[in-house]
Structure formats: structure tokens, C-alpha cells
């Protein structure tokens, strides 16, 4: 977490404060369009209303906002200095999604193995660049930069690693680039902020997707022919998006018990509160499970609609087939994508299944009970979808 940066008295009246600050640090003046405007202006109002931030908690949320804007600024001044970088359309990536919390990050950093697919790694969506060699990258002040504030958002909040690790060298999910038009879910999840949330609920994220695109062509212009593996959950409310950027895209769409995986969500989301606010934990975690559930209860209703419109572009994994057998389950996946494992990606996998790293740092746990919301109610909110994945037995 990012506290370098003083806050000002009131966010609501820094907006060129802001961008003097970003123009400045990254030695461009070119924010991309004006599309970013509107959800910046609301985020910094909520801001001054919403959170009780801690005088912590106000660095940290000001050092994030400040962050994500050079993120964004940095993108168009690389495209600005990599003439051609747009020539090469991204015709058939590979996209995880699913609610959070059902496998889609263990999947992909299983699938990213295979070194014929590219991804996004966590320090290029923190600063899209074209990708140099991997050799290269510790010569970056942007890698440092990513790895020292991930390194600094676990010492704050130890538990976080065992719930979700990320690291600048890995790949990592599309919603960090896609938050740089400031029409993001993301900025619900890191402290108080329903006045942001509730116009966000109202929004169309497509500009937001068309900068996503332009940034992946970025990243990969060095090897444009080289096949995209991305993830984000968040895409399955906007497979709609998602399908007008990439029409030849292949989804796979995993799928959980929700009374599992939305508090676990909620879990990982809290950790957050004691750093970020004074005060209203038990408030907030009941609010928050409120909210997730109704809004991925919402993404997997609308993902349906979405996935029938496109016969045999989505493939829907119950997390439990996977934790079971998930050599057998990649074996599938390819077939679904149309490409070969090599015998090296193979070995790497097995390999990687076998070490487990996502339980190397200590085992996220937590009690349904402190969210305010029972099981068998969360299950409720989901309708059919329980049962028509067969969840409680997957």
C-alpha cells in the first residue's frame, strides 16, 4: 500500500492538485479523453463522505487514486511513444472468470505456466509499457516500484497473503487496468464508498473496456501473435463488453457454492477496514456481504443471458472438478480452446499442482457468521444457479 503521498484536506477540490501531482511524476499531461472524469470526480467526493478514514487509511486511499491515475497516464504516453502498437487486433484470448473465490486465480497462474500464452503481470497493469524481456525487468523502477507496495500491503495485513498472494512478477487480473477509467467495482472494495457505488451500479464500463483492449495491445506488441490468458471475475457482468472487444474470445466460467465463496470474498475484503477506517467493522462486513451477494448473484444471472447469445465460447468449471482432478481438467480446457499441451507445460503443471504454492503462505479462514447472512439465505439470493450447477456436491 502506497503512502507516500499527503492527502489534501478535502479530495472533492483536488482534482488539479491531482493531475499536476500525476503530470509531473510521470512527465505527461496527456490523461487519455476526458471518459475517466465523471468516476473520478464521484470517487473523490465519496471520499470526503463515506469512509471514516484513519489519518493511515487517508494516505493509503489517496496513494491508491494517485497510483491508478499515472497507471492510466503512463499508458498513453507509451502508446504515445510506441508508433504501431495498435496494428495487430487480439483476435482469441483465453478468459477465466467467475465469482470470486472459485478457483479462477489458481487456474490461471496454473494455465500461465504454458509459455505459449502471454498474460498481464502485476507490475505492467500498475504501469502498461510494452513488455520488454523477462531478463530485464528488475532494470524497471516501475517492477520495484509494484513489488514494494504489494510487500508493504502484507506487512500491513499479513493475513492478506494467505488469502490472496500477488506478486509484481505474476499475472494477475484485468480489473487493475480496466479501474484506470474510474468506472470500477474495485473502488467499492477498499474502504467505505456507497455514494461511488451507487452511481458505479448505474454505469456502462465500455469505455473502460476499449482502454483495457488498447493496453493489451500495448503490453503485447512485441509479441502480437502470441495467444492472450486472461482473468478477471468481474467479467462475468460484463461478458457483453467482453465479447464486443474480443468476439472470438473462449471463456471459462468457474463455478462455487456461493455461501462459500462470497463470505470468503467478504473475508479477504475486511482485512482491509482496521488499516483503512476508525471504527463500524461489524457494520461494514454485514453491509459488505449484503452487497457482494446481491451484485455476484446479479453478474451470474446476467453471464447466462450473455452465454447463450454465444454457443460454444464458454466453458463452465465446477470448482470441485477441479480441485479433485485438475490434470484431467486441463485436458478439457485445451480441447475447448483448441491447442496442444506441450510435454513442458505438462511437466510444469503437474509440477506446480504438486507444490501447491497458493498454500504457501498459511490458509484464509474465516466465520459466515460475523457477515450478518446465513448460507442457506445467500444460497437463496443465487436462485437456481446452486442447483443447476450442482454446487453442493461440487
Not at 446476467?302 to 477441479?322: E, M, N, S, T
Request: aromatic share 10%.
Amino acid at each position: 500500500m502506497d503512502d507516500s503521498y499527503d492527502p489534501p484536506d478535502c479530495f472533492a477540490t483536488a482534482m488539479d492538485e491531482l493531475h499536476d501531482l500525476v503530470a509531473r511524476e510521470v512527465g505527461c499531461a496527456d490523461f487519455g479523453g476526458t471518459d475517466y472524469l465523471p468516476g473520478l470526480r464521484v470517487l473523490l467526493q465519496s471520499m470526503d463522505y463515506d469512509p471514516h478514514f484513519s489519518a493511515q487509511g487517508r494516505r493509503y486511499a489517496w496513494g491508491t487514486v494517485v497510483g491508478v491515475l499515472k497507471g492510466r497516464t503512463q499508458a498513453i504516453k507509451s502508446m504515445a511513444e510506441t508508433p504501431g502498437f495498435d496494428r495487430h487486433a487480439i483476435t482469441s484470448p483465453v478468459v477465466i472468470t467467475g465469482v470470486p473465490r472459485t478457483g479462477t486465480t489458481a487456474l490461471h497462474r496454473l494455465m500461465a505456466v504454458d509459455e505459449q500464452f502471454q498474460g498481464l503481470q502485476t507490475w505492467l497493469l500498475d504501469s502498461p509499457m510494452p513488455r520488454p524481456p523477462v531478463a530485464r525487468w528488475a532494470d524497471y523502477p516501475a517492477f520495484h516500484k509494484t513489488a514494494a507496495v504489494l510487500e508493504a500491503r502484507y506487512a500491513a495485513a499479513p493475513g492478506k497473503r494467505a488469502a490472496h498472494h500477488m506478486a509484481a512478477e505474476e499475472v494477475d487480473e484485468c480489473c487493475l487496468v480496466l479501474r484506470q477509467g474510474f468506472v470500477s467495482n474495485l473502488w467499492s472494495c477498499g474502504w467505505s464508498a456507497a455514494t461511488y457505488d451507487a452511481w458505479w451500479q448505474c454505469q456502462s464500463e465500455a469505455e473502460s473496456y476499449r482502454h483495457y483492449y488498447r493496453c493489451m495491445q500495448l503490453i503485447g506488441s512485441g509479441e502480437p501473435e502470441k495467444r492472450w490468458l486472461l482473468k478477471n471475475p468481474g467479467h462475468i457482468e460484463n461478458l457483453d463488453l467482453l465479447f464486443a472487444i474480443f468476439p472470438g474470445a473462449k471463456v471459462i466460467q468457474t463455478h462455487r457454492d456461493p455461501a462459500q465463496a462470497v463470505p470468503s470474498l467478504c473475508a479477504l475484503l475486511i482485512q482491509l477496514h482496521p488499516l483503512m477506517e476508525m471504527g463500524r467493522r461489524a457494520q461494514r462486513a454485514h453491509n459488505m456481504l449484503t452487497r457482494e451477494v446481491a451484485k455476484w448473484a446479479r453478474a451470474v444471472h446476467k453471464a447466462a443471458l450473455v452465454a447463450a447469445r454465444h454457443p460454444g465460447q464458454v466453458f463452465d468449471l465446477v470448482h470441485g472438478d477441479f480441485h479433485r482432478n485438475p490434470m484431467a481438467v486441463l485436458e478439457r480446457i485445451y480441447g475447448f480452446i483448441g491447442m496442444e499441451m506441450s510435454a513442458p507445460a505438462r511437466a510444469g503443471m503437474a509440477r506446480r499442482i504438486a507444490e501447491k504454492p497458493e498454500l504457501q503462505h498459511g490458509v484464509h479462514r474465516y466465520d459466515v457468521a460475523d457477515f450478518g447472512l446465513t448460507r442457506e439465505e445467500i444460497r437463496e439470493r443465487f436462485g437456481d444457479y446452486v442447483d443447476r450447477f450442482d454446487l453442493l456436491n461440487g
